[in-house]
């Protein structure tokens, strides 16, 4: 019988390894979709506590979600390009003109 | 086993096979598929939580569009080899890395092993598009349409980022 708390820890195994992709990745596309990853396994979450109390709610909070998540690319990936031709690159230690110039590199 | 476990434990290990992949692939263009095996591995998950509307939104948004929205600029960048290697943290502190993330699934499944289930009996609509629209449209129609807005601000402003040059 699979229950709630079978589709509870698929989710926090797919937080998890979305998480470790966005702490390990230097590349920002790959980052990116590491978030993405992280979104949907809030997304099976609410779909799930939503089946369990019988209401709609958490999918609308989904689908929002989901909403959030296509802004976020688009503008994220906007930014990338932006980053790739002002550097030539698209690895996010490029950017560190904000980090103390005191703290050893 | 019923048929549902079996499903359930297929699509589950696909999901989280292919989500490692996306984050252990070299080259953004294997992430991105491997991604998009995630996504639909997730739209089945969603039906089977009756969730079937939330299940086309996610393969029509996410693997329609945001995942040709990321292959596009993939292709259009057009990394080299070279430009994929990556300075990153040396073995010692991936090592960290993934014991810090195996412990947070750890504490997250610890967190949901309390939650319990008594699937409610639902009714025959339940997630369904004239269900889900009708909660959207009555309900929830402020977000939904601050959600239109969103959407707007971040087509104008996506547009704006990567325009060759501003006048």
Redesign the interface.
């Known amino acids: ?21 966005v ?5 920002m ?2 980052l ?3 978030i ?2 992280m979104l ?1 396994a809030v ?3 609410l ?2 506590f ?5 209401n ?1 709610e958490g ?2 909070v ?3 979600v ?10 994220g ?6 980053v ?1 031709r002002r550097r ?4 996010s ?1 490029e950017l560190g003109e904000l980090r103390d110039v005191t703290d050893a590199h | 086993m019923t048929a549902i476990e079996v499903i359930f434990y297929i699509l589950a290990a696909v999901a989280v096979i292919s989500a490692a992949g996306v984050v252990s692939a070299r080259n953004p263009i294997y992430s991105a598929l491997f991604l998009v095996v995630t996504l639909f591995a997730l739209a089945v998950l969603f039906v089977l939580l009756k969730a079937e509307f939330l299940a086309i939104i996610q393969i029509l948004t996410y693997a329609g569009a945001i995942l040709v929205l990321f292959v596009f600029i993939i292709m259009l960048l057009n990394l080299k080899p070279d430009e994929l290697i990556e300075r990153g943290y040396g073995n010692a502190m991936k090592f960290l890395i993934g014991i810090a993330s195996f412990s947070l699934f750890l504490i997250l499944g610890y967190v949901f092993h309390f939650a319990k289930w008594q699937a409610p009996a639902i009714n025959p609509g339940f997630g369904d598009a004239a269900s889900v629209g009708k909660e959207i449209f009555t309900r929830y129609v402020v977000p939904f349409e601050l959600a239109g807005v969103l959407l707007t601000v971040a087509l104008v402003g996506a547009v704006v980022l990567a325009k060759r040059k501003l006048d």
């Not at chain 1, 702490?23 to 590349?27: A, E, K, Y």
């Open positions: 019988m699979i229950t709630l708390n079978h589709y509870l820890i698929l989710a926090s195994a797919l937080f998890a390894i979305g998480f470790a992709g702490v390990l990745r230097r590349n596309i790959t990116l979709m590491s993405e990853l949907n997304n099976i979450t779909a799930g939503s089946r369990i109390h019988g709609l999918q609308m989904a689908f929002f989901i909403i959030l998540a296509a802004a976020e690319a688009a503008v990936l906007a930014i990338i390009v932006l790739f030539g690159s698209v690895q230690t």
